[in-house]
């Protein structure tokens, strides 16, 4: 049986919209704060409390639009991942730009459930990189290949760390 797989990862929309809902659940938190927490603090106590609400919400909203990029992952028969970023910027038929490649190695907090991803990845620099792959992500036939892949990468690297350690 061989492993082989290719897949172009595409930011997750139930994510984005996850990770939206959230964000502004705590903008609401925070233009509410001047209104529900307790009189006894001071009214300038309050407003960096609902300030600092709104800040961490929109500081946390631009990193989830700053990390959607489309991902090429290409895991080889031997077990070898490879990982490319890239960008198409305007139109569909243009060439994508790559903004970064590398081998990567998958680590052992990876998780794999029936509709969900998350790829643990170990890159050549040393950085420690996830990948959360959602069902909405890529095509039925090449999540269920991505899954079957990354349980017999497991399993395999499982099986070498205790041949290592006997």
């Known amino acids: 049986?061989?492993?082989a797989v290719s897949a172009d990862i595409k930011p997750s929309r139930l994510l984005f919209v996850i990770m939206?809902?959230?964000?502004?659940?705590?903008?609401?938190?925070?233009?509410?704060?001047?209104?529900?927490?307790?009189?006894?603090?001071?009214?300038?106590?309050r407003s960096l409390l609902g300030l600092a609400c709104l800040l961490a919400a929109a500081v946390a909203l631009f990193q989830v639009l700053?990390?959607?990029?489309?991902?090429?992952l290409h895991i080889s028969a031997t077990g070898q991942i490879r990982v490319v970023e890239h960008l198409v910027r305007g139109n569909a038929r243009a060439k994508p730009q790559v903004v970064k490649?590398?081998?990567a190695k998958l680590l052992a907090g990876t998780t794999i459930w029936p509709g969900m991803l998350f790829l643990r990845l170990r890159l050549e620099s040393g950085k420690?990189?996830?990948?959360?792959?959602?069902?909405d992500s890529v095509s039925a036939?090449?999540?269920?290949?991505?899954s079957v892949a990354c349980r017999w990468l497991i399993s395999h690297n499982t099986?070498?760390?205790?041949?290592?350690?006997k």
């Open 128 to 135: 420690t990189r996830t990948i959360p792959i959602l069902a």
């Open 101 to 103: 490649a590398g081998v």
């Open 141 to 146: 036939d090449t999540f269920r290949a991505l």
């Open 20 to 45: 939206a809902g959230a964000c502004l659940s705590v903008a609401l938190v925070g233009s509410l704060a001047c209104l529900l927490v307790p009189l006894h603090l001071s009214f300038a106590i």
């Open 66 to 72: 700053r990390s959607r990029k489309t991902i090429w």
């Open 1 to 3: 049986m061989s492993i």
């Open 159 to 165: 099986a070498k760390t205790r041949m290592l350690e």
